[in-house]
Every structure is written in structure tokens, then in C-alpha cells.
């Protein structure tokens, strides 16, 4: 019988009260896309909440504390080099605290950018897709 292992990941959009979001560029040391640009995120820990692992890695990577985060994007993809399925969730927070500070372990800069200028940065796969999402939803929330 054959066996796909599981990695589940998140990430959090973060806006400001200038319609803004956080991105994140990764170290040119990074093992993964390095060099590209990201929204805060990572590997859940063992038997974490989703939730709570976000705001850990936005904590760990941005030096914010944010605590209202809520899902409202997914993403899945098979990396059959390593016979792994990774599901992404993407949750979104707003904060008014802009003072972001990167973690020189894990990346070389950050930028506040307005979604419509994802375009002109080298950015992970899943992110256009995402801010589309993202602007969708302020455009016509949910709730």
C-alpha cells in the first residue's frame, strides 16, 4: 500500500490600516525559493492549532504580536519528490502596529505593498491566487 505523508503549513496575510500587507523576502541562504517573496508562515508544530501556529510564526518572523487572525485561504499540492502532500492554510489579520522586524535567520527583508503590486516582486507561487482572494473578501466580506 502506498503512503503520502502530510505537511500542513500556514501563513498569515497581514493588512494595515493602509490597506497594505506584510511580505516577507527569504534569505538567499534559504533552503526553499530563496530569494522569493512570502507572507509570515511555516511547518505546524506537532499537535498545534492552526491558529495558534500562525501567530507563533508571525511572532517568529515579523516580531508582531497579532492574536485575531481567522482562515479564509487553502491550498494544497503533491511534492512528489518527497512523496508529500503539503496543505497551506492562509490566514488573514489586521494590525495597526506596521513595526515589523525580520528574523535574519529566515529572511533578508520586508515591505508593506498595496495586493495590486504582488506583481512587480519575485513572489511564491500560491501568492497572486491569494491576494486575489484576499481583495475579494475586503471587497465583499463574508460576515
Not at 498569515?12 to 490600516?17: A, E, F, P, V, Y
Not at 492552526?50 to 499540492?77: C, H, M, T, W, Y
Not at 506583481?119 to 484576499?134: E, H, I, Q, S, W
Request: glycine share 6%; hydrophobic share 35%; charged share 25%.
Amino acid at each position: 500500500m502506498y503512503i503520502m505523508q502530510k505537511g500542513l503549513i500556514v501563513h498569515t496575510i497581514i493588512s494595515n490600516d493602509q490597506g497594505e500587507v506584510l511580505i516577507l523576502q527569504r534569505s538567499k541562504k534559504n533552503d526553499v525559493l530563496p530569494e522569493y517573496w512570502d507572507v509570515p508562515g511555516g511547518t505546524l508544530e506537532d499537535g498545534e492549532d492552526p491558529a495558534v501556529g500562525a501567530i507563533r510564526e508571525i511572532k517568529e518572523e515579523a516580531g508582531l504580536d497579532i492574536s485575531n487572525v481567522k482562515l479564509f485561504f487553502q491550498k494544497s499540492n503533491i511534492d512528489t519528490s518527497k512523496n508529500k502532500q503539503f496543505v497551506t492554510l492562509i490566514f488573514h489579520a489586521k494590525t495597526s502596529n506596521t513595526n515589523a522586524v525580520i528574523n535574519p535567520e529566515e529572511h533578508d527583508a520586508l515591505a508593506w505593498i498595496k495586493p495590486a503590486d504582488v506583481g512587480t516582486y519575485k513572489v511564491v507561487n500560491y501568492l497572486p491566487d491569494c491576494l486575489r482572494a484576499y481583495k475579494e473578501l475586503s471587497t465583499n466580506p463574508i460576515n
